[in-house]
Structure formats: structure tokens, C-alpha cells
């Protein structure tokens, strides 16, 4: 009988992970708050190691999500660019650790933003820290291909 493959969620935060997913929550299911909980984290550089963890999730859920899978080969190959064997099949449990880290630091900030707001409005708070991120990028230095390129320095 093969083990069913599952990653971590930090037990920090499982009252957090419930209110996200409750019925005043912004998203249905745990892998959806925690898809952008890695997102968050890795936009706010917040990388968090944790050892207690609560119910893992199976990465069957992730992998069917639209772009789950995509999300944390992406996260993964940003944080470790000089090696792109990161990537392997053999490497997809160092990529959840990154993707799991990175989620914990998001919930972390997200928990800091609530704690700052002193509301309850998980809807506003997640749709805030959204068109904070859309705003930034959209207002940050555009960079044409010919620039990754060169800065890539590939040898065709």
C-alpha cells in the first residue's frame, strides 16, 4: 500500500487557517488559504521554519488546484535560482518545505495585519493585501525580455 504524500500546516495557526475557511472567510478550503498564505509570504521575503504542525493536507488537493502545483515549483525556483534540479522529481519534498515556510510566514504577516486592524474582516484583509500587491507590481520597474535575457546569461 502506497503512503499517500500530505504537507504540513503550521499548528500556529490553525485558528487562523479555520477563520480563512469559515463561513465569513475568503476561502472554501485549507489548501486555498494556504496556497495564498505561500504566495503572501513570499511576497513579504517571510520565510518561517515551524515544527508543531496540525492536520496535513494531501498534496493530491494542491496538485488538482489550478496552478497549485505551478505555485510551489515557482516559489521554489525563485528561492533557490542557482539551482534549477530543484525542480526534479526528486526534490518535491525540499520544494513543500519551502512552499510550507513560506505559507507560515504569510500567515504569520496576515495574522499581524489582523492584529494591527483590530477587525475581524478576513474578506477585507485578504482582498486588501491583494490590491496592495497588484497595485506594487503594477507600479514597480517593468523589465522588457531582452533584459532577463542578458541578465540570465544563457549560453544557447
Not at 508543531?52 to 502545483?69: F, H, M, S, V
Not at 499581524?112 to 477585507?124: C, I, K, P, T, Y
Amino acid at each position: 500500500m502506497a503512503v499517500e504524500e500530505r504537507f504540513r500546516r503550521p499548528a500556529e495557526h490553525e485558528k487562523l487557517l479555520t477563520d480563512l475557511t469559515g463561513k465569513d472567510g475568503p476561502f472554501r478550503a485549507m489548501v486555498d488559504a494556504m496556497m495564498f498564505a505561500a504566495a503572501l509570504g513570499k511576497s513579504k521575503g517571510r520565510r518561517v521554519p515551524f515544527d508543531k504542525t496540525g492536520e496535513p493536507i494531501r498534496l493530491a488537493l494542491l496538485e488538482n488546484r489550478t496552478y497549485g502545483d505551478v505555485l510551489v515549483n515557482l516559489i521554489a525556483a525563485a528561492e533557490v535560482s542557482e539551482d534549477a534540479k530543484i525542480l526534479g522529481d526528486d526534490r518535491l519534498k525540499e520544494r513543500m518545505l519551502i512552499f510550507e515556510e513560506y505559507a507560515n510566514g504569510g500567515l504569520h504577516y496576515l495574522q499581524g495585519e489582523l492584529n494591527a486592524s483590530g477587525r475581524r474582516d478576513f474578506v477585507s484583509t485578504v482582498s486588501n493585501l491583494m490590491m496592495d500587491a497588484l497595485t506594487t507590481s503594477s507600479a514597480s520597474e517593468e523589465v522588457s525580455v531582452s533584459d532577463m535575457l542578458e541578465d540570465a546569461q544563457l549560453d544557447w
